[in-house]
């Protein structure tokens, strides 16, 4: 079954731990982002990956980390997590990133729900 | 800056009822728009995706029109069921040199009633 999976779904962690999550697509897709979903603010993009290697800021990528070693994956790091972090996070893969085609059409994840206290 | 709105927030129908979302955007620099669904506990599923050329697509009971110059799209719903009752979130690609990026509304939560 074609997905984009997230590991851990649901997180509770304390300030200044470190912690990866995961996402994972089988899609062969290019492109993948991840975004944050906080109320009343929608989803805005932390970071996006055009390609293997290829990796850059999206509108919130302050306190986060990405890399992107394998076409598949790409995770997300919090080097030192903060309450602000609290949110539900989802990754999102599409097979290309010219954004003017169907192919463009954004699969997400099923979100992983973060709380720092 | 590219901003997304949808109205109402919240709408509360009657089974059966035909029902239209709205979601208007200040740019139309917006390439492609994209309409999602949005389940409690889970991720976004999408349910259309119209391209910049067209106008409107269908799937099923939906119809979704985008109108770039009066920056506005509308997903209309017939024969509305229990089992729409969502968060729906419209999203428009915009082309920048980052690619695919998407600028999310915050979304109309639908409860289609008995």
């Known amino acids: 079954e074609a997905q984009v999976t997230q590991n851990p779904r649901y997180l509770i962690t304390v300030t200044g731990k470190k912690l990866t999550v995961t996402c994972s697509q089988n899609m062969n897709h290019e492109y993948m982002s991840w975004y944050r979903q906080d109320p009343g603010l929608g989803l805005r993009q932390i970071y996006y990956?055009?390609?293997?290697?290829?990796?850059d800021k999206g509108d919130v990528p302050e306190g986060y980390k990405v890399s992107r070693k394998e076409k598949r994956n790409f995770p997300l790091i919090l080097e030192s997590p903060s309450p602000n972090q609290t949110s539900l996070y989802f990754c999102?893969?599409?097979?290309?990133?010219?954004?003017?085609?169907?192919?463009?059409?954004?699969?997400f994840g099923p979100g992983t729900r973060l709380t720092v206290l | 800056k590219q901003e997304v709105t949808q109205i109402p927030a919240a709408l509360s129908v009657p089974e059966g009822e035909n029902l239209v979302l709205n979601c208007s955007f200040t740019d139309s620099a917006i390439y492609n728009l994209q309409w999602f669904r949005q389940d409690p506990g889970k991720g976004l599923t999408s349910l259309l995706l119209i391209q910049s050329s067209q106008r409107e697509q269908t799937s099923g009971r939906l119809n979704a029109s985008l109108d770039k110059s009066s920056g506005r799209s509308t997903l209309y719903i017939a024969a509305s069921q229990p089992g729409d009752s969502a968060t729906y979130l419209c999203?428009?690609?915009?082309?920048?040199?980052?690619?695919?990026?998407?600028?999310f509304g915050t979304g109309t939560q639908l409860k289609v009633e008995l």
């Open positions: 990956s055009m390609n293997v290697e290829v990796t």
């Open positions: 999102a893969s599409s097979l290309t990133s010219g954004g003017a085609r169907p192919t463009d059409t954004q699969y």
């Open positions: 999203a428009g690609h915009i082309l920048t040199g980052g690619g695919n990026k998407l600028t």
